[in-house]
């Protein structure tokens, strides 16, 4: 069983910045790519970034794109987002996701198949 726990959640004010975590444990790990969701208060969660576990390939909305980086560290599985010039609309619970398929397209959650329990960001103005 896989497991993804995210952490580096919080309050900042906004133009400020955090690097959310996202360490992946289990008997094997070999995800073809991880992912970045968010979800606030009566949205729908939404795609954040993404990028290829093997061959770092990167993906951003434009919402994002410019002030989010999505990075990865092979050695200990893990994945960050480092987000920069946060805005109030960032406000959201973030979540960690890997996915084994390299089918579809990178917002596709349903082919994400495992999940983070989600991780907390508030940005005041």
């Known amino acids: 069983q896989v497991q993804l726990v995210e952490s580096g959640g919080g309050l900042v004010q906004a133009g400020g910045s955090l690097r959310l975590s996202c360490a992946a444990s289990?008997?094997?790990?070999?995800?073809?790519?991880m992912g970045w969701f968010r979800q606030a208060p009566g949205q729908e969660r939404e795609f954040v970034a993404g990028i290829s576990w093997s061959s770092g390939i990167r993906a951003l909305p434009d919402s994002v794109k410019g002030r989010f980086t999505i990075s990865k560290d092979n050695s200990i599985n893990t994945v960050y987002l480092q987000m920069n010039s946060l805005k109030p609309e960032d406000t959201a619970v973030y979540y960690c996701?890997?996915?084994?398929?390299?089918?579809?397209?990178?917002?596709?959650?349903?082919?994400?198949?495992?999940w983070g329990q989600g991780t907390q960001v508030t940005v005041s103005s």
């Open positions: 996701a890997a996915r084994r398929s390299r089918a579809g397209t990178w917002s596709q959650e349903a082919l994400y198949d495992y």
């Open positions: 289990g008997r094997t790990w070999s995800p073809y790519a």
